[in-house]
T-cell receptor
Framework: DAGVIQSPRHEVTEMGQEVTLRCKPISGHNSLFWYRQTMMRGLELLIY????????DSGMPEDRFSAKMPNASFSTLKIQPSEPRDSAVYFC??????????FGPGTRLLVL | AQSVSQHNHHVILSEAASLELGCNYSYGGTVNLFWYVQYPGQHLQLLLK??????LVKGIKGFEAEFIKSKFSFNLRKPSVQWSDTAEYFC?????????FGTGTSLTVIP
C-alpha cells in the first residue's frame, strides 16, 4: 500500500483565498483524522471521521474550516477564506478500529 | 474528558545517555497505547505500540516502553541515545474509538 496520500504537499496562497487539502486514507481503514501542527500550538486534532461520518469536529477552529468525506477513499479539508494564522502543517491520518494510526506526509500551508 | 500527559516538554541529552520519557493517561478501562516519533521536517511515525500481553514492549531503533496499569503510565525508554534520535516524541492512547495525543516531548541529543 502507498500509505496515506496527501495533496498538495506545499501550498502558498494569499489571504482571503480558498484552500482545499486532500487526503486518501489507506485502503480498508475506517477512521480518518485531520490534524494541524504549529510551533505555537503543537499537534491539534481538527476533525475525526468514522466510516465516513464526522464523529468529533470540536477541534475545527471556526466556520472558515470545513471537512468532508464523501467516500471511504477520499477526504477534503477546506479553508475559506484563508488567513495568515492558518499557516501550519496539516496532517491526515487513518486507522482501522483503534489499531496503529498512520500519518500522511502532510501539507505545508503558508497564507500570505 | 480523556487526557494524555507528557511531563517532559524538552529534554537534552548527550550521546550514550539513557532516556526515559514519561506518559500518563487518564482513562481506567481498556486502552491501546502508542509512541510516535517525528523527525525534523517529517510526519509522525510509529515507534511501538501496546494492545495486550507482555507489558514491556520493544519497538524500532532500540526503544522500549513499559505499560504499568496501576500507574496509568506508558513510559518510553532507550538505554543509549544517538544523535539521530533527535526528534519529537508523542504518546497516544486509543480509547472508546478516539485517539488522544500528548503534547509531545522534544528530544535533543548532543554529539
Amino acid at each position: 500500500d502507498a500509505g496515506v496520500i496527501q495533496s498538495p504537499r506545499h501550498e502558498v496562497t494569499e489571504m482571503g483565498q480558498e484552500v482545499t487539502l486532500r487526503c486518501k486514507p489507506i485502503s480498508g481503514h475506517n477512521s480518518l483524522f485531520w490534524y494541524r501542527q504549529t510551533m505555537m500550538r503543537g499537534l491539534e486534532l481538527l476533525i475525526y471521521f468514522n466510516n465516513n461520518v464526522p464523529i468529533d469536529d470540536s477541534g475545527m477552529p471556526e466556520d472558515r474550516f470545513s471537512a468532508k468525506m464523501p467516500n471511504a477513499s477520499f477526504s477534503t479539508l477546506k479553508i475559506q477564506p484563508s488567513e495568515p494564522r492558518d499557516s501550519a502543517v496539516y496532517f491526515c491520518a487513518s486507522t482501522h478500529s483503534g489499531e496503529t494510526q498512520y500519518f500522511g506526509p502532510g501539507t505545508r500551508l503558508l497564507v500570505l | 474528558a480523556q487526557s494524555v500527559s507528557q511531563h517532559n516538554h524538552h529534554v537534552i541529552l548527550s550521546e550514550a545517555a539513557s532516556l526515559e520519557l514519561g506518559c500518563n493517561y487518564s482513562y481506567g478501562g481498556t486502552v491501546n497505547l502508542f509512541w510516535y516519533v517525528q523527525y525534523p521536517g517529517q510526519h509522525l511515525q510509529l515507534l511501538l505500540k501496546y494492545f495486550s500481553g507482555d507489558p514491556l514492549v520493544k519497538g524500532i531503533k532500540g526503544f522500549e516502553a513499559e505499560f504499568i496499569k496501576s500507574k496509568f503510565s506508558f513510559n518510553l525508554r532507550k538505554p543509549s541515545v544517538q544523535w539521530s534520535d533527535t526528534a519529537e516524541y508523542f504518546c497516544a492512547v486509543w480509547v472508546r474509538n478516539q485517539f488522544y495525543f500528548g503534547t509531545g516531548t522534544s528530544l535533543t541529543v548532543i554529539p
